[in-house]
Each structure stands twice: as C-alpha cells, then as structure tokens.
C-alpha cells in the first residue's frame, strides 16, 4: 500500500489545516489508519487512530481539537486539525497498520505543518 499524505502548511495559532492521506488500494479492511507526527528532535508520536470497526483514538494532547476520518470508498483518511498551537509542529506521517497478527505497517512521506505564534 502507498500512502500519499498532503495539507499541510503554515498557518497562525488559532488556525486549522486538514490533512489527507490517499492509499494506493482498499483501506476498507485496514485494520488501522494511524497519525504519526514528528517534531524537530523529538520522536515520532502517535497523534490519532481510525480502526476498522469504526473506533478513533486520541492522544491527550489533540483531544477536543483534532478530529481522525476515514472514507472507505476514497480510500483517503483525514486530520482535520482544530485551534492548533506552535507546539503543533511537525511532520505528519499517515500509517496503514495491517494489525497485531500480519505486524506490517505502511509509511507516508509526510506532510510538514507549522504553526507560528
């Protein structure tokens, strides 16, 4: 599976970005279509999960401003990133996990998005 993410960019505090990631095949089976993001210096973080059952996950710290989405039909998966913060910043990689049993994951290019103060 290729996985091209796109929509990031520059915008103030405050602002919003939306973020999609178009899969070369079928996500619908997919066990899970993850954000990652990685700051300057620091380790790469799970941001949000879509998994197929139809569950999302957040990390604490973008609950209540991110929102992760999936449409099976577009095999394209969404950040739609509300009231950002400078900390914010980062790369943001899309991830197709195939789950616990194949223990295979597909990797983005990465998206940059920075959020200026």
């Known amino acids: 599976v290729q996985l091209q993410a796109c929509g990031g960019g520059l915008v103030q505090a405050g602002g919003c970005l939306r973020l999609?990631?178009?899969?070369?095949?079928?996500?619908?089976?997919?066990?899970?279509m993850d954000w990652y993001r990685q700051a300057p210096g620091k380790q790469r973080e799970l941001v949000a999960s879509s998994t197929v059952g139809g569950s999302a996950y957040y990390s604490d710290f973008v609950k209540g401003r991110f929102t992760i989405s999936r449409d099976n039909a577009k095999n394209t998966v969404y950040l739609q990133m509300n009231s950002l913060k400078p900390e914010d910043t980062a790369v943001y990689y899309c991830?197709?996990?195939?789950?616990?049993?194949?223990?295979?994951?597909?990797w983005g290019q990465g998206t940059e998005v920075t959020v200026s103060s």
């Open positions: 991830n197709a996990d195939l789950g616990p049993l194949l223990k295979i994951d597909y």
């Open positions: 999609s990631c178009a899969a070369s095949a079928s996500i619908a089976d997919i066990y899970a």
